[in-house]
């Protein structure tokens, strides 16, 4: 088997979430970064800058070196488009639902800061969708069509999705389980459309909703933010 675009997207998402998750999980980084334990601004800052350049730009680097591959489409069309608004009018209602768990409000939203502006909520917004950006371009982009040339439609979806929910473990088994049908869901649309867009867009929609409801939820006088 001799595909680099396959066996370096593996090793990056794998291999390379090892190493994210050692940098971004490390006390030693998070109090160099963030000393002041009421604001982890920069740590989460650093954890999505980590992301986008394991994720994002090494694998595309070694990727169009090795093997001439080159970056996968982000074109929108109608059926994109179409998918991307059924998809937003599922998500937004259950992050909306979603946001006043315990559960959830224990993690998100992941900037733990006691007060909120436009800035930082325009900053935390910016780093969340190149971070997503490089998340999805490695999963749903190198990885899932690197894999259709090796192996048939539903083992490769059935790895992709394998990875992805191992990856969001160390956030609780709660999402890692609900990795499964959403990576699912998102493979098959995106072999569908031919490109990233739907599967970018869900991510962003997911990500952001659940942040600013979250957030919101947080902050009623019976639900502050933890510190």
């Keep these: 088997m001799h595909n680099p675009a396959f066996i370096i997207s593996v090793i990056f998402s794998t291999i390379g979430y090892v190493c994210y998750l050692a940098i971004t999980s490390s006390d030693k980084v998070r109090k160099r970064v963030s000393p002041d334990q009421t604001d982890n601004v920069n740590h989460i800052l650093l954890q999505r800058l980590t992301g986008i350049l394991i994720f994002g730009l090494l694998p595309s680097i070694l990727i169009i070196c090795f093997s001439g591959t080159d970056l996968i489409s982000l074109s929108m069309n109608k059926e994109s488009l179409f998918w991307i608004l059924i998809l937003s009018l ?7 639902l979603n946001s006043k768990s315990p559960d959830n409000l224990a993690q998100y939203p992941q900037i733990r800061n006691a007060s909120w502006n436009a800035g930082l909520i325009a900053v935390s917004a910016l780093s969340w969708i190149a971070y997503l950006l490089a998340y999805e371009l490695l999963f749903r982009g190198f ?6 040339e090796l ?7 059935l790895l992709n999705t394998g990875i ?9 088994m709660k999402e890692a389980l609900g990795a499964v049908p959403f990576g699912i869901i998102i493979c098959v649309l995106t072999i569908k459309t031919g490109g990233l867009l739907v599967a970018f867009s869900a991510h962003i929609i997911m990500a952001l909703s659940n942040e600013w409801f979250s957030l919101y939820a947080a902050n009623q006088p019976s639900n502050q933010v933890t510190k």
Excluded: E
């Design 90 to 96: 599922v998500i937004i209602p259950m992050s909306y």
């Design 143 to 148: 990885l899932l069509f690197s894999s259709l």
């Design 151 to 157: 192996l048939d439609y539903w083992p490769a979806i």
């Design 164 to 172: 992805y929910s191992i990856v969001h473990y160390p956030k609780g």
